[in-house]
Antibody, heavy 123, light 107 residues
């Protein structure tokens, strides 16, 4: 059974940093591109970042580029999101998601989602 | 960036109804469109990809169609489990944008 379990969320002040983690199981992690998608409270979905299987292809939403860094450790079946210079508008539930295809290349749509980790940015 | 606009934002329907949700893109997305269902407190669930391909395990009452800039999600006979929020998403180009969502509620 495919499982994606996020952790690392919490309450932080504006300007601070946070690192999210996602631990994957039930599939061959390095066969897939992986992503972060977020959802502000009561709002819609926003793609945040994606990474291919060997970390050579990485992309970010304009709203987070330069502040967030995505990475992965295939030996640990883990995906990360380092979030710096956090803003109140970054407050959201952050989902770890898996690419639809097991090609390792990003296709940017998602067949499995974790349950999310909540990030709240507030003073 | 491509903008995705769903209509309606809210849809009231009854069990057994045939319902249709529309998603319009601000420019052609070459059929690279997915539909997701999200229930309260849960993660989204992929229903349809490539505009009309049904994800494995999704009931056949769900179908997708469209091309160019206009797409639809149809539920042929609404079931109690289908009351949820539905999102379209284009994956043709950066920033892989979602529609604002359509909440399907009980009439």
């Amino acid at each position: 059974e495919v499982q994606l379990v996020e952790s690392g969320g919490g309450l932080v002040q504006p300007g601070m940093s946070l690192r999210l983690s996602c631990t994957a199981s039930g599939f061959t992690f390095d066969d897939y591109a992986m992503y972060w998608v977020r959802q502000a409270p009561g709002k819609g979905l926003e793609w945040v970042s994606g990474i291919n299987w060997n970390s050579r292809t990485i992309d970010y939403a304009d709203s987070v580029r330069g502040r967030f860094t995505i990475s992965r450790d295939n030996a640990k079946n883990s995906l990360y999101l380092q979030m710096n210079s956090l803003r109140p508008e970054d407050t959201a539930l952050y989902y770890c998601t898996r690419d639809f295809y097991n090609s390792g290349s990003p296709n940017y749509y998602f067949d499995f989602w974790g349950q999310g980790t909540l990030v709240t940015v507030s003073s | 960036d491509i903008q995705m606009t769903q209509s309606p934002s809210t849809l009231s329907a009854s069990v057994g109804d045939r319902v249709t949700i529309t998603c319009r893109a601000s420019q052609s997305i070459n059929g690279w469109l997915a539909w997701y269902q999200q229930k309260p407190g849960k993660a989204p669930n992929l229903l349809i990809y490539k505009a009309s391909s049904l994800e494995s395990g999704v009931p056949s009452r769900f179908s997708g169609s469209g091309s160019g800039t206009e797409f639809t999600l149809t539920i042929s006979s609404l079931q109690p489990d289908d009351f949820a929020t539905y999102y379209c998403q284009q994956y043709n180009s950066h920033s892989y944008t979602f529609g604002q969502g359509t909440k399907l509620e009980t009439k």
